[in-house]
């Protein structure tokens, strides 16, 4: 190299020495893409996976009116009278718009009668205008039992309120675990990274269970019951690995998936998420778990009505993953189904 080159390599050296925290680093993209920007569904839309405690009514209507956003399912994270305050809320409100699922309310679990108290409950909460109950992540991972041993998913001492959910025509949501990154150590390799950093205690990398052993403590739940209609929130937990889903599918017929919060998984395997969705348009209902907001709704439209390339998803956790995802442009029958049919199914014994 001559003197002018070696000065250059020196220079650009120096300047790539200087360090950057990687919350300060927020490239842009130079491609240089279509954008379609839906500002409508092709459908009108079910939300079957919210959370809406602390939203008002109107607020709601206001959101959904402009997105074309025909129904809302709230996810309550109240129990006992504060649950059942919630529903007759929103069924005041307006009962043609909104709905709302129970939480499962583990208080008392010590007692040998849990299992009937629950039973009572579940029936009390479709006199309040339930249409589901969701047994939530804490079931396997921290509740614990009168002698301190972790209480599991498939404990046979659970199986009346199956039997009961099924009897109600009550379909049971279950969220079992969380993404695959939060099962892994918080280190440099760990894809979410960022979030997991910023929220040490979401991590279960220390867990004395497997994410693997949860989810078949759950899948064992899914068999036993039949007659039970079960519904896997976030796919199930397992949008990392189409194939695994595809055969939990096959093996339960019981079983519907919502896909809230898993644009960021869906939307980088574009091809793999398309040909899923046509195979089991049947088996897939719409949700967002992410408080209703119109550019929220609109993000979720583009991803499921275009073809567009690498654009931000719709998140409720910042630094989430350093990536994008891409549209998987539906066909109208699968869209028709998505957004609408296959929730309208769930939620026909209470309609």
Known sequence: MNESTDKFVDMVSAKAAVALPLSSFQPRSS??????????????????HNHLDSVAASDLLRIMDICEVEFLVNITMQTGDAALAQMDRLRAADRRRFATIGWMDWTGVERKDFAALTCDRLERMVEHGAVGIKFWKDLGLVLKDAQGA?????????????????????????HTADPDAFFDPITAENERYEELAAHPDWGFSDSPVTKQDLLQQRNRVIARHPETQFVG?????????????SELLETHANLQIDISARTPELGRQPYSARAFFLKYADRIVFGTDLLPDVAMYRGYYRF??????????????????????????????????????????LLAPFR
């Open 31 to 48: 491609l240089k893409t279509k954008e379609h920007l839906e500002e409508r569904p092709r459908f009108p839309v079910i939300d079957y």
């Open 233 to 245: 929130a976030h796919l199930a937990e397992s949008g990392e690995d189409l194939g695994a889903l």
């Open 304 to 345: 499921l009505q275009t073809a567009d390339e690498y654009f931000s998803y719709p998140t409720h956790a910042s630094g989430q993953g350093r990536w994008n995802i891409y549209g998987i442009f539906l066909p109208d029958d699968v869209l028709r189904k998505v957004y609408r049919e296959n929730a309208l199914k």
């Open 150 to 174: 972790l209480l599991r998913i498939d404990d046979q001492r659970f199986a009346p309120i199956f039997a009961k959910a099924a009897e109600l025509r009550l379909p049971v949501m279950f």
